[in-house]
């Protein structure tokens, strides 16, 4: 166990939002949550974009649990998507890509802190604690990265521009990452090719690069490590 940076007041973490795009891991950790925390409400999401539709008034976690891989995402914009619509709510990270490069740019972005995904539930509850005592959570082992930072930075700058992508150009950034080309991404979309045309236009524009070979290799730069999958280990991990 190991916390990094000041103390700050303590978290009262009655309500959590689980994130997770494997239906049995998501179902498993939301109920391994409410079983050791005693907690009032979980709530569950598959991808980022219906996460984002559950907070609202009805709905405001104060804790929220982050896998980095979901099909609506790219690298860390969905990390930064959710800091967005709720800047005040600490992101706790469980994730299988856990490299320290990773978990050094999720720090530097702000997260609550990082668990790799087949930690044990006791070392899911050290991290909780931290996050409530207002700390910051890393896992045994980490070692920040030494070095200049520039490859972080570019790494959070290259988020940040794909998190602001509008949900019609993000859709689009894929199947361009795909290879498709206009007319099937069109076909797709329901779209016109020429409508296609204007926001590739425009999302490169955004991205800050000439051409769809340069979007796609900007893309997959940010995509982190992509071979990382969740196991049936890190699920029996949490139901035992």
């Known amino acids: 166990m190991q916390s990094h940076g000041d103390t700050h007041s303590l978290v009262m973490i009655r309500s959590v939002l689980v994130i997770d795009d494997h239906p049995l891991y998501c179902d498993a950790l939301a109920s391994t949550l409410k079983r050791i925390y005693q907690l009032q409400t979980v709530r569950t999401a598959t991808t980022l974009s219906d996460a984002l539709k559950l907070v609202g008034p009805r709905f405001m976690p104060d804790l929220v649990v982050l896998d980095l891989k979901l099909p609506d995402v790219t690298g860390l914009s969905g990390f930064l998507k959710i800091r967005d619509k709720i800047p005040d709510v600490p992101v706790l990270v469980v994730s299988a890509i856990s490299s320290d490069e990773t978990i050094h740019a999720l720090m530097q972005a702000g997260a609550a802190g990082f668990v790799p995904k087949d930690a044990s539930p006791k070392v899911l ?24 930072s520039g490859d972080t930075l570019s790494t959070c700058e290259i988020a940040r521009k794909i998190a602001d992508l509008p949900p019609q150009q993000a859709r689009i950034m894929q199947l361009i990452c795909a290879g498709k080309p206009n007319k099937q ?5 329901s779209l016109a090719e020429a409508t296609v045309k204007a926001h590739i236009t425009a999302l490169l524009r955004r991205l800050g690069v000439h051409n769809r070979t340069q979007a796609a290799v900007l893309v997959r730069s940010a995509q982190l490590d992509q071979s990382a999958e969740s196991s049936d280990a890190d699920l029996r991990a949490l139901l035992n």
């Open 185 to 189: 991404i069109a076909y797709e979309m």
């Open 125 to 148: 509850q050290n991290a909780l604690t931290i996050v409530r005592e207002g700390q910051k959570y890393l896992p045994p082992g980490y070692t920040a990265p030494s070095g200049p």
